[in-house]
């Protein structure tokens, strides 16, 4: 069996910046090459170099297109790969405008913080030229040992769990070596489910809600829709923070189905949100990829995401029309944990009013805007001036992309055999809990990846 090792430089004690390299004998495989977010610390990883020389790195596969995932990959080309990078049709598609648009913002932070440009548009172009899609199931040989398929995260439209199979020739045996990626919570409202793998000799796990259980939907829709139809009686303003790609779409499936079935209730609905806007037009080509109950409601219902009194503001001079619509009013906007983008102007006009309300849909990484608020914060800094919460700021997890505690543990359960487990992509107290939870529910010992410490896999012969 050749030697395989894996060492993570990112996602590793906590839940930003997935990168990992796994090398079989002299074939050098990463899997993701995501952005450091949260704190302005961990923000400034971004531009360190990386403890790895990109040019000897073989090929690359992205699990998805969240930044987290997919940031630095820009970074990876400039550094001299000149490789492929395997992933979904519907990532690829996804990732090039989450690049696109990530190389604007992190230009215009880079200029506030007096830093060096992390990666030019000609970085971003070179990676998107490096795209080799790969559909759900197909295998992909890589070498004459070393072959991978994608199967349905059920995170986010294109999202993947990745299978690495390495075979022996020599001696007619192989290993299977499985990265969860980020994984998909159960009963969402778009995306296929999560599939149910049976046979792994390593897992490296995701376990971002390995400490909690999520609302179940019907709670999750309730506490939505309770916000939404409180908004004439406070005649007051709704702000929702979106992810562009999933929360987005999920919002909006959301809202049509209410306001096609309450055509009386007519308060104007603004996805501020280009970015979003142009995710959904993916989706949009990828129905396929959907539930199957979601095709069924596409047969009479054209169009899931549009729907009476929606409005789409393509540009910042449609943005700022908003400020003078008058109230009752709900607006889509993002940054989804409040780091930039046109929710962080939206906050800063309206979290001061006590009559409005904002909900944050899923995880905030600690460090960010979305996290401070989410736990009580008094007051933020927008551009120097002091501004004062005294609107309602809730939560939903429901909403989360993210698959819960129980939910990793149902899809941890399904390997028939005891796999060597590594747990990634979680806060580190996250992680510490999650262990012992594994040892009781499954009989099944778990470890923590640690950023550079290379985890040599030995495997009884």
Same mark, same amino acid.
């Given at each position: 069996?050749?030697?395989?090792?894996?060492?993570?430089?990112?996602?590793?004690?906590?839940?930003?910046?997935?990168?990992?390299?796994?090398?079989?004998?002299?074939?050098?495989?990463?899997?993701?090459?995501?952005?450091?977010?949260?704190?302005?610390?961990?923000?400034?990883?971004?531009?360190?170099?990386?403890?790895?020389?990109?040019?000897?790195?073989?090929?690359?596969?992205?699990?998805?297109?969240?930044?987290?995932?997919?940031?630095?990959?820009?970074?990876?080309?400039?550094?001299?790969?000149?490789?492929?990078?395997?992933?979904?049709?519907?990532?690829?598609?996804?990732?090039?405008?989450?690049?696109?648009?990530?190389?604007?913002?992190?230009?215009?932070?880079?200029?506030?913080?007096?830093?060096?440009?992390?990666?030019?548009?000609?970085?971003?172009?070179?990676?998107?030229?490096?795209?080799?899609?790969?559909?759900?199931?197909?295998?992909?040989?890589?070498?004459?040992?070393?072959?991978?398929?994608?199967?349905?995260?059920?995170?986010?439209?294109?999202?993947?769990?990745?299978?690495?199979?390495?075979?022996?020739?020599?001696?007619?045996?192989?290993?299977?070596?499985?990265?969860?990626?980020?994984?998909?919570?159960?009963?969402?409202?778009?995306?296929?489910?999560?599939?149910?793998?049976?046979?792994?000799?390593?897992?490296?796990?995701?376990?971002?809600?390995?400490?909690?259980?999520?609302?179940?939907?019907?709670?999750?829709?309730?506490?939505?829709?309770?916000?939404?139809?409180?908004?004439?009686?406070?005649?007051?303003?709704?702000?929702?923070?979106?992810?562009?790609?999933?929360?987005?779409?999920?919002?909006?499936?959301?809202?049509?189905?209410?306001?096609?079935?309450?055509?009386? $209730?007519? +308060? &104007?609905?603004? %996805?501020?949100?280009? /970015?979003?806007?142009? =995710?959904?037009?993916?989706?949009?080509?990828?129905? !396929?990829?959907?539930?199957?109950?979601?095709?069924?409601?596409?047969?009479?219902?054209?169009?899931?995401?549009?729907?009476?009194?929606?409005?789409?503001?393509?540009?910042?001079?449609?943005?700022?029309?908003?400020?003078?619509?008058?109230?009752?009013?709900?607006?889509?906007?993002?940054?989804?944990?409040?780091?930039?983008?046109?929710?962080?102007?939206?906050?800063?006009?309206?979290?001061?009013?006590?009559?409005?309300?904002?909900?944050?849909?899923? $995880?905030? +990484? &600690?460090?960010? %805007?979305?996290?401070? /608020?989410?736990?009580? =914060?008094?007051?933020?800094?927008?551009?120097?001036? !002091?501004?004062?919460?005294?609107?309602?700021?809730?939560?939903?997890?429901?909403?989360?992309?993210?698959?819960?505690?129980?939910?990793?543990?149902?899809?941890?359960?399904?390997?028939?055999?005891?796999?060597?487990?590594?747990?990634?992509?979680?806060?580190?107290?996250?992680?510490?809990?999650?262990?012992?939870?594994?040892?009781?529910?499954?009989?099944?010992?778990?470890?923590?990846?640690?950023?550079?410490?290379?985890?040599?896999?030995?495997?009884?012969?």
């Amino acid at each position: 069996m050749p030697k395989i090792k894996l060492t993570s430089f990112g996602a590793a004690e906590e839940v930003t910046g997935s990168c990992h390299l796994l090398e079989i004998d002299d074939y050098k495989l990463l899997v993701d090459c995501g952005l450091f977010q949260g704190s302005h610390d961990n923000y400034l990883k971004n531009w360190e170099n990386f403890s790895f020389d990109a040019k000897k790195i073989n090929a690359v596969i992205l699990t998805h297109a969240h930044l987290d995932h997919c940031g630095r990959l820009p970074l990876l080309a400039q550094h001299g790969y000149k490789g492929k990078t395997y992933t979904t049709p519907a990532t690829s598609e996804l990732a090039n405008i989450i690049l696109i648009d990530n190389q604007n913002i992190l230009a215009e932070k880079a200029r506030e913080q007096n830093l060096p440009l992390l990666y030019s548009p000609a970085d971003v172009k070179k990676m998107i030229d490096s795209w080799e899609t790969v559909n759900y199931y197909q295998e992909k040989k890589l070498s004459s040992d070393i072959s991978f398929k994608f199967y349905h995260a059920g995170h986010i439209l294109g999202a993947s769990i990745v299978e690495i199979k390495i075979k022996d020739h020599k001696k007619g045996t192989e290993k299977i070596i499985v990265f969860s990626g980020d994984l998909g919570g159960e009963d969402m409202p778009l995306v296929q489910n999560v599939d149910y793998l049976t046979q792994a000799d390593v897992v490296v796990m995701e376990s971002t809600y390995g400490n909690r259980v999520h609302e179940n939907k019907q709670d999750r829709e309730k506490k939505l829709l309770t916000a939404v139809k409180e908004v004439t009686l406070k005649n007051s303003v709704l702000i929702i923070s979106i992810f562009a790609m999933e929360r987005a779409q999920d919002v909006l499936k959301v809202l049509n189905d209410f306001y096609e079935n309450h055509l009386d $209730f007519r +308060v &104007p609905v603004y %996805l501020d949100s280009p /970015l979003a806007t142009a =995710a959904t037009k993916i989706y949009r080509q990828h129905l !396929n990829l959907l539930k199957p109950e979601v095709q069924d409601i596409l047969k009479h219902d054209r169009d899931i995401f549009v729907f009476p009194h929606l409005k789409i503001t393509p540009n910042s001079r449609e943005s700022q029309k908003i400020n003078s619509a008058p109230n009752p009013k709900i607006i889509l906007a993002g940054s989804g944990m409040a780091e930039g983008g046109r929710l962080t102007h939206h906050l800063a006009r309206y979290i001061e009013n006590p009559s409005n309300h904002i909900l944050f849909m899923g $995880f905030q +990484v &600690p460090g960010t %805007l979305g996290h401070e /608020l989410t736990h009580g =914060a008094y007051d933020f800094d927008y551009y120097g001036k !002091n501004i004062k919460v005294k609107a309602v700021v809730d939560q939903i997890d429901g909403f989360s992309a993210h698959a819960d505690k129980n939910q990793l543990l149902k899809w941890l359960g399904c390997f028939q055999n005891k796999p060597q487990i590594y747990l990634s992509h979680g806060d580190k107290t996250i992680m510490e809990e999650f262990i012992p939870t594994i040892k009781e529910k499954l009989d099944l010992n778990a470890k923590i990846l640690k950023n550079k410490e290379s985890v040599p896999f030995v495997f009884e012969v």
